[in-house]
């Protein structure tokens, strides 16, 4: 069974760094390009982040770039999303997730999320 | 980047009638190579994850009801729920994924009149 679960949210003051975590496992972690996906409270969903299989590669949103950097250990399947420069609307519930589809299936997976509160 | 524009933001309809969601795209997400339309349907209820129901435009996730379909092609797009349930009270979403950043439309909520 697919299993990926999100840690390390908190509450953090404005300009403050924290960095979350994604373990995963069911499944070959190393093959699957991952990806972060945050939910202000009562908001839509939107798209932040992904990572290639290998590392080699990610993207970002413009409202985190620089501010945020993606990253994988493939050795202890496990995702990483480290936050700098946090700002009130950064406040949100991240979801970790791997959106990956085929020509007649699909592999999406999303974890069930960690809060980030970002308040003085 | 593109956007992914939903409409209607909400809508209420009754038990065993059709809902309709529409989304447009700011450019064509239709890959020319392989005629695909890189575009999902999510639906995500209070408390949970999204949940992918609709991925190239029109094909089902295994386990969705047929209840659900997705078409559409270029930059408009249509989720249809044909005949209401209880259980589909909740939040639909477009995503497109051919480019990068995957962004997702507005979300519309779906409720019972």
């Known amino acids: 069974e697919v299993q990926l679960v999100e840690s390390g949210g908190a509450l953090v003051q404005p300009g403050g760094s924290l960095r979350l975590s994604c373990a995963a496992s069911g499944f070959t972690f190393s093959s699957y390009w991952m990806h972060w996906v945050r939910q202000a409270p009562g908001k839509g969903l939107v798209y932040i982040s992904h990572?290639?299989?290998?590392?080699?590669?990610?993207s970002y949103a413009d409202s985190v770039k620089g501010r945020f950097t993606i990253s994988r250990d493939n050795a202890k399947n496990t995702l990483y999303l480290q936050m700098n420069s946090l700002r009130a609307e950064d406040t949100a519930i991240y979801y970790c997730?791997?959106?990956?589809?085929?020509?007649?299936?699909?592999?999406?997976?999303w974890g069930q999320g960690t809060l980030v509160t970002v308040s003085s | 980047d593109i956007v992914m524009t939903q409409s209607p933001d909400s809508l209420a309809v009754s038990l065993g009638e059709r809902a309709t969601i529409n989304c447009k795209s700011s450019?064509?997400?239709?890959?020319?190579?392989?005629?695909?339309?890189?575009v999902g349907w999510y639906q995500q209820k209070p408390g949970q994850p999204p949940k992918l129901l609709i991925f190239?435009?029109?094909t089902r996730e295994s386990g969705v009801p047929d209840r659900f379909s997705g078409s559409g092609s270029g930059t408009d797009f249509t989720l249809t729920i044909s005949s209401l349930q209880a259980e589909d009270v909740a939040v639909y979403y477009c995503q497109q994924y051919y480019s990068s950043p995957r962004t997702f439309g507005q979300g519309t909520k779906v409720e019972i009149k």
């Open positions: 997730a791997t959106l990956d589809v085929y020509s007649s299936s699909s592999f999406d997976n």
């Open positions: 190239w435009a029109s």
């Open positions: 450019q064509s997400v239709l890959y020319s190579s392989n005629n695909k339309n890189y």
């Open positions: 990572i290639n299989s290998d590392g080699s590669g990610t």
